[in-house]
């Protein structure tokens, strides 16, 4: 279900040096992918609302509405909430916005700062998204505020990965992969 993507065309679109490698391999296995039917990972893609520079440019003016929101009351020693070095990896269906802090220029230090749409709400990860989503969808880690896994997954199911074809507009799914198999 993966491709190969323009990664140096976003990177360029945002400013950074390289976007974190664990996240391309992630993409380049699984492509176009929901966890749990409530997180959507964000890609080069000619659709605005998927493109991952597109839509961190369109975040970063709701995130920096200081009218609107609130900013975290703590904030972990290194790490930036800037808007214009916030990054916009992914997303959930309710709006919650999944960010890298990008203002060092190795992405290997990049930490993941998550907050929901009305920004009332702040988490951190020091680790990468891979191993956030391997701490999430396990529970090895307690979630990030924004999603319970009992809010996710209500009936108590195992938490799993929908795979999509972008070029088929009814949403089919081409392949679900279950907990077990992470």
Request: charged letters at 20%.
């Given at each position: 279900?993966?491709?190969?993507?323009?990664?140096?065309?976003?990177?360029?679109?945002?400013?950074?040096?390289?976007?974190?490698?664990?996240?391309?391999?992630?993409?380049?296995?699984?492509?176009?992918?929901?966890?749990?039917?409530?997180?959507?990972?964000?890609?080069?893609?000619?659709?605005?609302?998927?493109?991952?520079?597109?839509?961190?440019?369109?975040?970063?003016?709701?995130?920096?509405?200081?009218e609107f929101g609130e900013s975290p009351a703590e904030i972990p020693a290194g790490v930036s909430v800037?808007?214009?070095?916030?990054?916009?990896?992914?997303?959930?269906?309710?709006?919650?916005?999944?960010?890298?802090?990008?203002?060092?220029?190795?992405?290997?230090?990049?930490?993941?700062v998550f907050t929901d749409l009305d920004k009332l709400d702040w988490g951190f990860y020091p680790g990468t998204v891979t191993e956030y989503?391997?701490?999430?969808?396990?529970?090895?880690?307690?979630?990030?505020?924004?999603?319970?896994?009992?809010?996710?997954?209500?009936?108590?199911?195992?938490?799993?990965?929908?795979?999509?074809?972008?070029?088929?507009?009814?949403?089919?799914?081409?392949?679900?992969?279950?907990?077990?198999?992470?």
């Amino acid at each position: 279900a993966g491709g190969a993507f323009d990664w140096t065309a976003v990177e360029q679109r945002l400013g950074v040096s390289a976007l974190p490698d664990d996240f391309k391999a992630l993409l380049g296995v699984y492509g176009d992918v929901r966890f749990c039917n409530a997180l959507r990972l964000f890609r080069p893609s000619t659709e605005p609302w998927l493109d991952l520079a597109e839509v961190t440019l369109a975040a970063r003016e709701p995130l920096a509405d200081t009218e609107f929101g609130e900013s975290p009351a703590e904030i972990p020693a290194g790490v930036s909430v800037d808007p214009a070095t916030l990054v916009q990896w992914g997303g959930s269906f309710g709006g919650d916005y999944c960010l890298w802090d990008a203002h060092d220029p190795d992405p290997r230090n990049w930490t993941l700062v998550f907050t929901d749409l009305d920004k009332l709400d702040w988490g951190f990860y020091p680790g990468t998204v891979t191993e956030y989503l391997l701490d999430w969808l396990t529970g090895r880690a307690a979630p990030i505020p924004l999603w319970g896994l009992d809010a996710v997954l209500p009936d108590g199911g195992a938490p799993f990965a929908e795979i999509y074809d972008p070029t088929d507009f009814t949403g089919a799914v081409t392949d679900r992969i279950d907990a077990a198999v992470f």
